[in-house]
């Protein structure tokens, strides 16, 4: 292993235990009042052994294997060590750590699985993606699945016996789901005939598992046109009974495997259904409600898979700076000993390390935060509390998934650049995080469709609750700590920031109300500047709960001017996406498609 990896465990456990407060937030969430620190502790601890040590070493293998395909037999091998790992992975009860009890799971809550993704997506993100998809599906059937397919299904899924996918894109068919052609026709028994091609499936086919579970997205024959028009089903690649019996082979073959930029060890893959056997779940035609169960909570996920593999790169780049000699510091030798100074003396390469260190620790901060919001919507008896949870996740959604991806394609880029040329070179390990990173902003929505989702619907379709929310909780921070002396300097940004927000919100929506295309000129960057101004919230509320914590000095310290770095030298960015989202969309929309070029 040319790159190294250590979990970053004290920084998980400040945003937990400091931060966020979960042992008095899980004291009170049903299914986690026996939840102590010494037991989430225990799973971080093994959560990191699993992940440095099974994991991790396969990782550059696994690049450089990547899958193979047989034609004949339409299977996929995965690279070498990928199966064993997930035999002990399964073994060791990781499959199901989040899912209901009454399942088979652990019942623990997504406060806890989020770190633990984390720590597997750093250590080897091609490999997260083959559980990945379960724990979606594990969702949908749960939310929506008859008891029989629970039984049949949900808990082989569980307990990772077979594996999940999503089945939703079709060649013709990618953000706009409306477009697609895959067909059910009912069958006498209750079943249906699903026809047509998947591309793009994530752990389509495998050699992990002797079954895997597709969830697919079809047309009933009398299905209305557009959205409106989908249906879920769950289509097994072997038969399953509904005493849960598994049998013959379904008529769902992977036709081909993806040659791809990154992200090799992860089987994307081309399916073809031809007449399979599939079961709806939920009801006709309301499938994209089923599948937004699972979306959401793959939203996240994905938004923690940027920040994975920016923690991974991160790490390298900083040893490579404290190790690498080059030039003197332009004020003078600070170690005259050496023949040269190490790179992290250089102002440009503390800019470069520092912006991925913000970015990494205010985005865990946010990403951990939303997964308590998560387990609250998921857990709390107090319908008030509930749905302010519900708001809250929907809203942070979009940002977190798009925000933490764009971090990761910024952050593993700069870890390269930390580098020099040897960080373009295959053999250093580091080139692999800038490609794998280049997806997450693309899978499970682009960029583009998680702003739209934001300013279009979360934003102008549900009267922004969710952003009333934040800026609520945001001003009554703002309120607590305008005398606390280590946020000096912060508290004030934050405030007119929080004004500023109102009323950018105020004023797009009101371009829009004449002008619909005035949504998607500013989507963009209405997006980056929300993003910004909450991991400027992430960073403020780090700082507070730094200084209140029993933790050493050094440690206050660091956080402490961490966040100064992200106020003076990254918040500014605001400035940016403010001025091209009052700009509007005239110059977006003035230059006729024919003159482009
Ligand atoms: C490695 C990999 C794994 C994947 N895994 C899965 C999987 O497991 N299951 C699955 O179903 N799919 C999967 N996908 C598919 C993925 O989700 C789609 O590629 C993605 O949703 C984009 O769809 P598209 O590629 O058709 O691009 P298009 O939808 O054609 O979009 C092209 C470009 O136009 C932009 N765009 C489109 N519409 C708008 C708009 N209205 N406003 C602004 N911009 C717009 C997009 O942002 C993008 O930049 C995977 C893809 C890859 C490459």
């Known amino acids: 292993m040319t790159t190294h990896y250590t979990a970053p465990l004290a920084d998980i456990r400040f945003c937990l235990y400091d931060l966020l407060d979960v042992e008095k937030l899980f004291a009170k969430l049903p299914g986690c009042e026996g939840l102590t620190r010494d037991t989430i502790d225990a799973v971080l601890d093994e959560a990191a052994k699993f992940s440095q040590t099974v994991l991790a070493p396969l990782n550059e293998t696994g690049d450089r294997q990547g899958c193979t395909f047989d034609k004949s037999s339409g299977e996929v091998k995965t690279p070498e060590g990928f199966k064993h790992a997930y035999d002990q992975y399964v073994e060791a009860g990781w499959a199901g750590l989040t899912a209901p009890e009454a399942f088979g799971g652990q019942g623990l809550p997504e406060t806890v699985g989020a770190p633990v993704k984390e720590m597997i997506d750093s250590a080897n993100l091609a490999w997260g993606t083959y559980p990945l998809l379960s724990h979606g599906a594990t969702e949908a059937l749960r939310v929506h699945g008859e008891d029989w397919q629970k039984e049949a299904f949900l808990k082989r899924i569980v307990s990772g016996e077979w594996t999940g996918t999503m089945c939703l894109t079709e060649p013709h068919c990618g953000s706009d789901l409306g477009l697609l052609k895959t067909r059910a026709e009912p069958n006498e028994d209750g079943s249906h005939a699903i026809s047509g091609t998947k591309i ?28 409106k028009g989908i249906s879920l089903f769950i289509v097994p690649k072997f038969k399953v009974g509904k005493d849960g019996r598994q049998g013959e082979r379904n008529a769902v073959r992977c036709g081909a495997i993806e040659h791809k930029m990154g992200l090799k060890g992860s089987a994307t893959c081309v399916m073809n259904f031809d007449g399979a056997q599939g079961w709806l779940i939920g009801e006709p035609n309301r499938g994209l409600n089923a599948m937004f169960t699972m979306m959401n909570t793959a939203r996240l996920a994905v938004g923690l898979q940027g920040l994975a593999l920016s923690e991974r790169a991160y790490q390298n780049a900083l040893s490579y700076a404290r190790e690498r000699l080059q030039m003197r ?16 003396v250089h102002g440009d390469v503390r800019r470069m390390l520092l912006t991925q260190k913000v970015l990494i620790e205010g985005g865990r901060a946010l990403g951990l935060y939303a997964a308590t919001l998560v387990d609250i919507q998921h857990r709390s008896q107090d319908a008030e509390e509930v749905k302010r949870a519900e708001a809250l996740v929907s809203f942070l959604t979009p940002i977190i998934k798009a925000m933490l991806t764009e971090n990761a394609n910024e952050c593993t880029s700069l870890a390269l650049q930390v580098y020099g040329g040897h960080g373009y070179i295959a053999e250093q390990g580091m080139e692999q995080y800038l490609r794998d990173a280049r997806i997450t902003t693309i899978y499970e929505g682009t960029t583009q469709i998680q702003a739209l989702d934001l300013l279009g619907r979360k934003i102008m379709q549900q009267r922004g609750e969710g952003l009333q929310l934040f800026l609520e909780r945001l001003g009554a921070f703002c309120a607590r700590h305008v005398e606390n002396e280590s946020l000096k300097g912060f508290i004030s940004k934050l405030s007119a920031l929080a004004k500023e927000w109102g009323d950018a919100t105020q004023a797009i929506g009101m371009r829009a109300v004449s002008n619909a295309d005035e949504v998607g000129a500013a989507a963009f960057d209405y997006l980056m500047y929300s993003g910004y101004v909450a991991l400027a919230y992430a960073w403020a509320r780090s700082v507070a709960a730094a200084e209140a914590s029993p933790h050493p000095e050094g440690f206050k310290q660091a956080k402490r001017l961490t966040a100064r770095f992200y106020f003076d030298r990254i918040l500014p960015r605001t400035r940016t996406h403010l001025a091209a989202m009052q700009a509007g969309g005239d110059s977006v929309f003035a230059l006729p498609d024919a003159l482009f070029g």
């Open 200 to 227: 793009f499936i994530t752990a389509g086919e495998h050699d992990f598992t002797g079954n895997i579970v597709h969830l697919v997205l079809a047309r009933l024959p009398d299905a209305p046109k557009g959205v």
């Open 329 to 344: 510091a332009l004020s003078g030798a600070k170690f005259p000993d050496k023949p040269a100074d190490p790179l992290i």
